[in-house]
């Protein structure tokens, strides 16, 4: 067998991928990076004066989407009317009688950075509570650690990216921290503190929210320039998405190559079961294997379970690593909400850096009355991409002509929207599998998404829209303009769950470190470990601290000899 030049593979060069890597260079690994994306060039490829720059919500390149199927879901009820999406200019968007993906449903990119290219970049720790929600609520699954177990690597992740946060009290809640956040908080735009006022006359406290942002000169890249549009692509890379971050550190070290437009279809296992090769496809089609030391996977919670039941073989007629039977199940997906309004005169609304501000008041897992899960809100209006004047014709200005364009100017920054994202418990309608006919471009059978909102996803839905509404009343709002969420859509950017973390092994893929459970030399580092979602908190921070800790497990191994 030909032996690997390198430590470590790791597959995925997304939040969890690139946080492994960096880990593991820094203290002198040697890694192969295998991406299925291209690589984006931020000076190049994130154009913001083109003359549609708006409709594109991420540039996308060769090879930057993923293909997926959807079991049908779930028949509309017309009790929750009230939930379903809808807008001034076009009425109700879901006309169909069943939810239904919006777009690709799973909103994600293929590329060297992974997801966080497009992402927001919000930086958040989970709420303590929200990793026992079995002992406690009876729902999800434990995590088998505890925050103060990732607290220090939470800590590692924030000095890197040069996170902006509140220090202040108030701002940090239950999340207690062994060490300021690097950079200041963000001032809060007009429209956020608009937003505030509002919030703030109902009883709640509005905060600046933690921002993977840099509010000063950071780490050779600039400060921010607020132009707002940080899930098109951040053209100055002071975004901190883990190109610009991580993963540009692990490449300075000279001991990682990253091998972007490479798709992984298969690993492949020895008879002892452990890992030994994985075979791929790259740009020019051309198929090979890799052998493999030790195998991390961080392909994202769709990617990585589909990687795993397509590496089924006789050993492991179930799916590589799939001796609990969980692997694909447990999906959790965001549950999340946005309601827009015009308020009676411009905010410049379209300025300032997005979700600046957030409430985290009913963040707690026992803090909605009448469901388990948490859910914050925060300020969206970037995010509901109301920042230019065709969406704001497309979607909240209606008319035609004079009488059109006269409202546009009058209306233009005027827009206010508040979002708010919850908990989503797992349940067994809610999982991935492969598609029995559906393959992609190598012959690899696609991921099928299956997706089922319980009673308390509709329950915590009608709470935020209902909060959502009051809030933007407060900041003087007089009719909504728009309204969109998961109850009529599937519209996921963060999806966790479906390769759970746990002490046993019948119930769990991998343990606390990210390792399988069965076959010692594959670790799992990204959103697919994760054993309950969180209470709406952003996840990335917490995949890269997960991925950091894992890191350092492999480190422990290798530095003790344990044989591969
Ligand atoms: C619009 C949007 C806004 C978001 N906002 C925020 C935010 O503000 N804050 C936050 O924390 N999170 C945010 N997220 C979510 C966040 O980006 C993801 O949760 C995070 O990136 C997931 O990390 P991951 O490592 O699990 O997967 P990813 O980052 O998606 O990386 C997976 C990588 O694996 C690659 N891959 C998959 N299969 C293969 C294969 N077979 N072979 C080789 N490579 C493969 C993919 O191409 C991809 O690059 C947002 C996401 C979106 C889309
Ligand atoms: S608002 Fe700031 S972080 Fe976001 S894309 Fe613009 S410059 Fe980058």
């Given at each position: 067998m030909r032996r690997s030049d390198f430590d470590v593979v790791i597959v995925g060069a997304g939040a969890g991928g690139a946080a492994a890597a960096w880990r593991l260079c820094t203290q002198g690994l040697r890694v192969l990076v295998l991406e299925a994306g291209p690589?984006?060039?931020?000076?190049?490829?994130?154009?913001?004066d083109t003359e549609h720059w708006e409709t594109e919500l991420f540039p996308a390149k060769p090879g930057s989407a993923g293909r997926y199927v959807?079991?049908?879901?779930?028949?509309?009820?017309?009790?929750?009317?009230?939930?379903?999406?809808?807008?001034?200019?076009?009425?109700?968007?879901?006309?169909?009688?069943?939810?239904?993906?919006?777009?690709?449903?799973?909103?994600?990119?293929?590329?060297?950075g992974g997801s966080t290219l497009h992402f927001t970049g919000e930086a958040h720790r989970l709420h303590p509570q929200a990793m026992q929600?079995?002992?406690?609520?009876?729902?999800?699954?434990?995590?088998?650690?505890?925050?103060?177990?990732?607290?220090?690597?939470?800590?590692?992740?924030?000095?890197?990216?040069?996170?902006?946060?509140?220090?202040?009290?108030?701002?940090?809640?239950?999340?207690?921290?062994?060490?300021?956040y690097p950079l200041p908080a963000h001032a809060l735009n007009k429209g956020s503190q608009r937003l505030g006022q509002a919030a703030a006359a109902l009883g709640l406290r509005w905060s600046a929210n933690p921002r993977a942002a840099l509010s000063q000169a950071y780490d050779g890249r600039?400060?921010?320039?607020?132009?707002?549009?940080?899930?098109?692509?951040?053209?100055?890379?002071?975004?901190?998405?883990v190109d610009v971050t991580f993963m540009h550190h692990a490449l300075a070290t000279g001991r990682c190559e990253v091998r972007s437009d490479t798709s992984v279809t298969r690993i492949l296992t020895a008879p002892n079961g452990?890992?030994?090769?994985?075979?791929?496809?790259?740009?020019?089609?051309k198929r090979s294997r890799i052998p493999v030391k030790r195998l991390i996977l961080a392909c994202g919670a769709i990617e990585t379970p589909r990687l795993l039941l397509a590496s089924a073989n006789r050993s492991a007629p179930r799916g590589l690593a799939n001796e609990s039977g969980q692997v694909g199940?447990?999906?959790?997906?965001?549950?999340?909400?946005?309601?827009?309004?015009?308020?009676?005169?411009?905010?410049?609304?379209?300025?300032?850096?997005?979700?600046?501000?957030?409430?985290?008041?009913?963040?707690?897992?026992?803090?909605?009355?009448?469901?388990?899960?948490?859910?914050?809100?925060?300020?969206?209006?970037?995010?509901?991409?109301l920042v230019g004047p065709i969406n704001y014709a497309l979607r909240i200005v209606p008319g035609w002509g004079k009488a059109h364009k006269a409202a546009m100017r009058k209306t233009f920054g005027a827009a206010l929207s508040i979002g708010a994202i919850g908990e989503f418990l797992p349940n067994a309608g809610t999982y991935v599998d492969l598609d029995p006919k559906a393959r992609d471009a190598h012959g690899m059978p696609l991921a099928r998404?299956?997706?089922?909102?319980?009673?308390?996803?509709?329950?915590?839905?009608?709470?935020?829209?209902?909060?959502?509404?009051?809030?933007?009343?407060?900041?003087?709002?007089?009719?909504?303009?728009?309204?969109?969420?998961?109850?009529?859509?599937?519209?996921?950017?963060?999806?966790?769950?479906?390769?759970?973390?746990?002490?046993?092994?019948?119930?769990?893929?991998?343990?606390?470190q990210g390792s399988s459970h069965r076959r010692r030399n594959l670790f799992i580092c990204d959103a697919s470990v994760f054993p309950s979602s969180g209470g709406g908190e952003a996840p990335s921070l917490t995949i890269e601290a997960l991925a950091l800790r894992c890191a350092d497990h492999i480190l422990g191994l290798v530095r003790a000899n344990t044989p591969v």
């Open positions: 690589a984006y060039d931020p000076r190049k490829d994130y154009k913001l959807f079991a049908p879901m779930q028949p509309l009820e017309e009790k929750y009317s009230d939930l379903r999406s809808w807008n001034l200019v076009s009425g109700r968007s879901n006309l169909s009688a069943r939810r239904e993906p919006s777009g690709p449903g799973y909103h994600h990119v293929r590329g060297v929600m079995r002992s406690r609520f009876g729902v999800a699954a434990d995590w088998p650690m505890d925050y103060a177990t990732l607290e220090p690597y939470y800590t590692i992740a924030e000095q890197l990216i040069g996170v902006a946060g509140s220090n202040e009290a108030g701002a940090l809640g239950e999340r207690w921290r062994s060490a300021p600039p400060a921010c320039n607020y132009c707002g549009n940080c899930n098109r692509g951040c053209p100055r890379t002071d975004k901190g998405s452990t890992v030994r090769e994985i075979e791929c496809v790259d740009k020019l089609r199940k447990n999906l959790m997906e965001s549950l999340s909400w946005i309601s827009s309004g015009l308020l009676e005169e411009s905010v410049d609304s379209f300025k300032g850096l997005p979700a600046d501000a957030i409430c985290w008041d009913y963040n707690r897992p026992d803090a909605i009355p009448g469901v388990v899960g948490g859910c914050r809100f925060s300020a969206a209006v970037h995010e509901a991409s998404i299956h997706s089922q909102l319980g009673e308390q996803e509709i329950l915590k839905l009608q709470f935020m829209a209902q909060t959502c509404r009051q809030i933007l009343h407060g900041a003087g709002i007089r009719q909504l303009a728009e309204e969109y969420g998961t109850y009529d859509y599937f519209s996921a950017a963060h999806v966790f769950g479906t390769c759970r973390m746990g002490n046993n092994p019948n119930e769990a893929v991998v343990d606390a």
